[in-house]
């Protein structure tokens, strides 16, 4: 056998049993990237979303990450969101199945909790899916129909976080719920962090503004492995209301922000929770060429994290 050939073979191998260990290990997945109403967005026939609406190609769920243990054919999600059953068969095409190990919910707004509607007995009728919450979401989800029916049905079962107080999945995987500020109407708001492998990843879909929480979101970029953070709009003025009756941090305001991050950090950096109206939705777009120039990364439906 000539040496060339010898060498592609070697080389051919090496790179399979690579990737054949990293899929041992457990990782991230991503199942959605929109904001909590999807895109396109109902009742929408502007071009952000008329092109989504002819092309189906380009339509995305909801904001939603799935975290998986191969070594245990053990999952999680973060957030029942309205695209839940569509969102399970995109983990199903990865993993070869839908059965959940627990559910962590952020808050209450509509995206990140109403898909747990299809664990009813008007639809799968699960037993006793974990559902993990902080005490007000909990609180909410007992006292409000249907949810409270769930409860009721044993449909799920209530599992009580804390922030800043850390949860051991299992024997790989460790999260810890921590307070953002947001609007909080029926619930608390919380981000996650994500330890595997001594690696961690923030989640953070949700927030007010940078400046109104206590905490250095450049300062927590420079201490994990990834940060996927709230891209919910691009600008100011994108929509034609006060927006700051919804407030998020535009992404030119956390470009700006993270400018001073170095090249290494800056990569660390995963926008998602995109609103139908944010041109980073758009392929190709001058919004995502200037992101992307910048060295951030745009969180994409699929996408898996490794750790």
């Known amino acids: 056998m000539r040496p060339a050939i010898l060498l592609l073979i070697i080389v051919f191998i090496s790179c399979s ?18 904001q909590d109403a999807g895109y396109p967005q109902m009742n929408c026939t502007k071009s952000c979303c008329k092109i989504a609406w002819e092309n ?17 054919k053990e999952q999680w999600i973060i957030d029942a969101t309205p695209n839940f059953k ?35 007995r008007e639809a799968i009728g699960a037993k006793e899916v974990p ?24 449909n799920i079962s209530l599992k009580k976080l804390a922030a800043d107080s850390i949860v051991y999945l299992n024997k790989n995987i460790q999260i810890k719920p921590f307070l953002v ?27 007010d503004k940078w400046g109104k929480w206590e905490n ?43 400018s001073t991050l170095s090249k290494k950090d800056r990569r660390k950096v995963y926008f998602i929770h995109f609103n139908h109206t944010n041109p980073l939705l758009i392929e ?10 910048k060295g951030f990364n745009l969180a994409t439906e699929g996408e898996i994290i490794k750790f």
């Open 17 to 34: 049993a690579d990737q054949e260990e990293n899929l041992k290990t457990p990782y991230i997945m991503v199942l959605g990237i929109a």
């Open 56 to 72: 189906s190609k380009l339509q995305r769920m909801t904001s939603c990450l799935a975290i998986i243990d191969p070594t245990t």
């Open 86 to 120: 569509n969102q399970l068969q995109l983990l199903k095409s990865k993993t070869g199945t839908e059965k959940l190990d627990g559910i962590l919910l952020t808050h209450a707004h509509i995206g990140h909790y109403t898909g747990l509607m299809h664990l009813g």
């Open 131 to 154: 559902v993990f919450a902080m005490p007000k979401m909990s609180s909410f989800l007992k006292q409000n129909g249907p949810w409270s029916q769930l409860i009721n049905l044993e």
């Open 181 to 207: 500020p947001h609007r909080d109407e029926f619930s608390e708001t919380v981000g996650y962090k994500i330890v595997i492998n001594n690696k961690a990843l923030i989640f953070i879909p949700d927030i």
């Open 216 to 258: 250095s979101i450049t300062q927590i970029i420079q201490k994990v492995d990834y940060a996927f953070l709230d891209a919910t709009f691009y600008k100011n003025g994108e929509l034609k209301r006060d927006m700051s009756e919804i407030p998020h941090p535009f992404v030119e305001e956390s470009i700006e922000l993270f």
């Open 284 to 293: 190709k777009s001058s919004a995502q060429k200037d992101v992307l120039g």
